[in-house]
């Protein structure tokens, strides 16, 4: 015969066996509960304690503080499975054929935060060839998942871009344009050769990026990390650079006239044969390792601010076109020998 501490102790076991048979979300949910409605309880009594007299006006409130808590609760949760379970159907959804979509069905599958439709639609769109036309000019394509997409040579003039996922993708002659990246994820992306004049980079991430030979004229960079990212030979004129994070980049050979940043950290950075003609740097954040455009390293004595103090060296003068025949000059030597022989030169066309 099973006593009452024997019943107590078997209850006991099948609560604890059901609590943890609960998913970790589930039972994170139950102790968010529970912990307000505790807060709750003991906000009330601490009150009590205090002002005995309004003791019961606090247990009348009481009651419908604690609905109120556990109905917004439950609403967020709600909402919040809700986005859950859409964003895993999404993904558990069998991807239907690209060669059935219309180019709006492409480019909207493109936005997809699910990279393997954002992925396919990519190389639907390239087979098409609207990925390398005019079709996505300004399309919002924010939040997408494109990790590693082969993106070469495409036209995404002024698409927004913020948020999106571009990590290892390949952009190799993209043009960029007024795109919108920001808060973009480009870390070790391929962006040699790409466009991205006056294009919005604000805390974009594009470490260890490859951005040899790249137009960044105008662009914006401010609080943008490019730690250890190529530079080499790449355009920044006028660029925004305040708070950028170049530590360890390569900026050799870099166009960074008319260049402007505050607090731009250039710890480690190699900035050997750099044109900094007019850029205006306040407070830059440099160290021993950083190289000067002179190939000396910094130190107290010998700072960055010299080197962007000079003005912008003059355009060469263009060549003078000569008529040349069989690979030699020819206009100006006959005009040279009419000169020494006194000879009239023809004023008609013969």
């Known amino acids: 015969m099973m006593t009452r501490k024997h019943v ?3 209850r006991s076991g099948r609560l604890t066996r059901a609590w943890y048979e609960l998913p970790d979300a589930a039972r994170l949910r139950v102790l968010i509960l529970a912990g307000l409605l505790t807060m ?3 906000l009330s009594l601490l009150v009590a304690w ?3 007299g309004i003791w019961w006006h606090i ?5 419908s503080e604690l609905i109120g808590t556990a109905l917004t609760f439950l609403l967020v949760d709600l909402l919040l ?3 859950g379970s859409a964003a895993q159907a999404e993904a558990a959804t069998p991807a239907e054929p690209n060669t059935y979509l219309s180019r709006p069905q492409l480019i909207a599958r493109l936005g997809s935060r ?7 639609a990519a190389d639907a769109l390239r087979s098409q060839g609207w990925l390398t036309d005019d079709s996505l000019h300004g399309a919002a394509l924010q939040g997408t998942n494109l990790q590693g997409a082969n993106l070469a040579y495409a036209q995404l003039n002024a698409v927004n871009l913020s948020d999106a996922n571009l990590a290892h993708a390949d952009l190799d002659h993209a043009l960029l344009r007024e795109a919108r990246l920001d808060g973009a994820n480009l870390e070790q992306a391929y962006l040699q050769h790409a466009d991205l004049e006056q294009a919005s980079l604000v805390a974009a991430r594009l470490n260890a990026a490859d951005l040899r ?8 960079c401010i609080l943008t990390d490019m730690q250890q990212s190529s530079l080499h030979a790449a355009t920044l004129r006028r660029a925004l650079l305040s708070r950028a994070n170049l ?6 050979h870099a166009d960074l006239t008319g260049a402007q940043g505050r607090e731009v950290d250039l710890r480690g950075a190699n900035l050997r044969h750099a044109r900094l003609h007019t850029a205006r740097f306040d407070h830059p954040i440099c160290n021993e390792e950083t190289i000067l455009p002179d190939g000396q390293h910094w130190s107290r004595s010998h700072q960055i601010q010299p080197f962007t103090e000079t003005a912008e060296p003059p355009a060469a003068p263009a060549p003078k076109a000569d008529i040349t025949r069989n690979g030699t000059r020819h206009a100006e030597d006959i005009h040279l020998l009419r000169l020494l022989l006194n000879e009239p030169e023809d004023t008609e066309e013969r």
């Not at 530590?247 to 050799?252: E, F, I, K, N, V």
């Open 40 to 42: 709750g309880v003991l």
């Open 8 to 10: 107590s102790t078997a």
């Open 59 to 63: 247990w009348l409130n009481l009651g």
């Open 213 to 220: 030979q790249a137009n960044l004229t105008a662009c914006e």
């Open 114 to 120: 699910a990279s393997r439709f954002a992925l396919s």
């Open 81 to 83: 499975q809700r986005h």
């Open 50 to 52: 205090f002002s005995p």
């Open 247 to 252: 530590q360890h980049a390569d900026l050799q």
